[in-house]
């Protein structure tokens, strides 16, 4: 049966991460996200993003620590470091043009929202551009790869859950959930390859 380490001493920290011990992994993993997914959320993020950038953090976490690359210098060391690394690619995020993309076409959608008239009809211009930027999407929806079609289709299509999914992909539910973002990712630049 494994020990449960105390999570504030930084060394036996350090040796159980080192172990690969199940239990102090999980302790650290849940006691740090939320601080990160309130983070991101602040910061023009969703929870799908929190969740994206906290498990990229933590990977990166555990190989430095892995690879004798962080040393702590305090009682709460590790999760400082934690911090600090899942703000940083959520700023990389932030910054990066896929991003300032999506958010531009969500904003175009929400413009679009906003045009309906008092009787709930959209007028003609804004039919045509929603009909063409749900053509330009099927369009790139045929050229994403057979894999992601297959997840992004059970996902929003079948309504089947990210847990169903991983295990009929037979992955862990956490790389569905990584796998069905890079798609949506995939998708969107296709899409937005096509509308030049």
């Known amino acids: 049966m494994e020990h449960a380490y105390n999570i504030d001493s930084q060394l036996q920290l350090l040796d159980a991460i080192k172990a690969n011990n199940s239990v102090v992994l999980k302790q650290l993993y849940i006691a740090n996200y939320y601080k990160i997914e309130a ?21 990166a976490v555990w190989k430095n620590v892995k690879n004798d690359q962080f040393i702590p210098e305090n009682e709460t060391a590790l999760q400082g470091y934690l911090y600090q690394i899942a703000k940083n690619k959520w700023m990389d995020t932030l910054r990066s043009p896929s991003f300032k993309r999506t958010k531009m076409i969500q904003h175009e959608l929400n413009d679009l929202d906003k045009s309906i008239d008092q009787n709930g009809h959209e007028k003609n211009e804004e039919q045509e551009f929603f009909k063409k930027r749900l053509e330009q999407t099927m369009e790139a929806f045929k050229n994403l790869g057979g894999p992601c079609k297959e997840l992004l289709t ?23 959930r990584t796998k069905k973002y890079r798609c949506m990712e995939k998708l969107r630049q296709l899409a937005l390859s096509s509308k030049k």
């Open 154 to 176: 059970a996902f929003y299509y079948d309504k089947a859950s990210l847990r169903d999914i991983a295990n009929k992909l037979n992955i862990e539910e956490n790389t569905a």
């Open 39 to 59: 983070l991101v959320l602040k910061n023009n993020g969703s929870k799908e993003h929190a969740k994206d950038v906290y498990q990229d953090a933590f990977i």
